[in-house]
């Protein structure tokens, strides 16, 4: 990906190591500040486009030289998209239009080449499409983001913007389980009806974390998940495999609804769970580190074309690569490594949320 796009303009390596401050952070606030001061002239959306790709390079060039921190990447480039999606609804004028974060863009912590999960709350369905066309329209500068709201009532079936009473009826009678602990990572973004659609949701969210079956319900989630988006190898699959990072995510999530622990990012939710006496510290030590080893190997393969992959080739060669980029020594350090992550996570998994439901 990097490759192409230096290809394409190789003034950008240029402009990108010649700042000052490589190795700091780009902030919300200084992405929102660049994109006003940009000279937009006709092709405003252009240059929009033009500026994520310089931005999306700064931060890779700073994750493989290892200048972010342990979760770097996955905030920067929380704040490049949120400061970009900011900019083009001002620039649609579509700021009556509100937005809800949903996902790991509702946590702040998304990947390389990964969509943004959205809800459109209100009446103007005008305007999120105007919206949703105009992030994902690729041109010569590539596309700006590309925004999934497939998260909202009734799935893709239903309508694209929602009233407050249509979310309040569906999350009170009709929603699926999965739709509830989905809520765990709605974060207001935009609009008037933010804060609103905020109670609406956690109130909701607080109802199912009470049910007695909650662990049940989520292993059976967890299960179907494997078995429809599954990769057909365990081994190989470290997002929905055993021990993988979806098992991880729920792992925590199902622990923060059973407490009522409203958090977002998923770092900080580990970090209030154990807080709260749910998690030792051996087990928010070992949690953490391996959770952030499978993060760490999503991030090399997603890096490398910028698109979603979760999944490791079963090519030597190719493993081998791999283990260089996660500053493995060699392939017999990195299998160890990636089997002892996945292992703990399925232990941790087991003791709170399968053995416990039993």
């Known amino acids: 990906f990097a490759s192409e796009l230096l290809i394409r303009r190789p003034q950008l390596f240029e402009e990108i190591t010649r700042e000052e401050q490589l190795d700091?952070?780009?902030?919300?606030?200084?992405?929102?500040?660049?994109?006003?001061?940009?000279?937009?002239?006709?092709?405003?959306?252009?240059?929009?486009?033009?500026?994520?790709?310089?931005?999306?390079?700064?931060?890779?060039?700073?994750?493989?030289?290892s200048l972010s921190a342990l979760t770097g990447p996955q905030t920067e480039l929380a704040a490049l998209a949120e400061a970009c999606l900011l900019f083009v609804i001002k620039l649609l004028g579509s700021e009556q239009l509100t937005i809800i974060a949903l996902g790991k863009f509702g946590g702040r912590e998304i990947s390389y080449g990964a969509d943004l999960d959205v809800v459109f709350v209100g009446d103007n369905i005008r305007a999120a499409q105007n919206l949703i066309v105009t992030m994902a329209q690729p041109t010569a500068e590539g596309n700006i983001w590309v925004l999934d709201a497939r998260l909202r009532p009734e799935g893709e079936k239903g309508p694209l913007v929602c009233s407050l009473e249509t979310y309040r009826s569906y999350y009170a009678g009709r929603a699926q389980p999965w739709e509830l602990q989905a809520l765990t990572r709605a974060r207001a973004f935009a609009g008037p009806l933010q804060n609103e659609f905020i109670e609406i949701a956690k109130r909701a969210w607080d109802t199912a974390g009470q049910h007695a079956d909650l662990g049940v319900r989520i292993d059976n989630m967890l299960e179907r998940i494997r078995r429809e988006r599954g990769s057909g190898s365990d081994f190989l699959d470290f997002k929905t495999g055993t021990g993988g990072m979806i098992e991880g995510e729920f792992l925590v999530q199902a622990l923060q609804m059973r407490e009522n622990i409203w958090e977002t990012n998923w770092e900080n939710a580990v970090d209030r769970l154990h807080e709260a006496g749910?998690?030792?510290?051996?087990?928010?030590?070992?949690?953490?580190?391996?959770?952030?080893?499978?993060?760490?190997?999503?991030?090399?393969?997603?890096r490398y074309e910028n698109k979603s992959v979760s999944v490791i080739s079963d090519n030597p060669t190719e493993q081998r690569k791999l283990a260089v980029r996660v500053g493995c020594p060699d392939l017999d350090g990195f299998r160890a490594k990636y089997v002892d992550a996945r292992e703990r996570i399925h232990a941790l998994y087991n003791r709170h949320i399968k053995n416990a439901s039993d």
């Not at 780009?26 to 033009?50: C, K, M, P, Y």
């Not at 087990?283 to 997603?302: P, Q, V, W």
């Open 24 to 65: 700091q952070a780009i902030t919300l606030e200084e992405h929102l500040r660049r994109l006003n001061s940009l000279d937009l002239g006709g092709a405003s959306f252009d240059a929009v486009r033009a500026y994520r790709q310089s931005q999306l390079l700064r931060i890779l060039l700073r994750d493989v030289l």
């Open 278 to 302: 749910c998690l030792s510290d051996s087990e928010l030590a070992n949690l953490k580190n391996a959770y952030r080893f499978l993060r760490k190997c999503e991030l090399a393969l997603r």
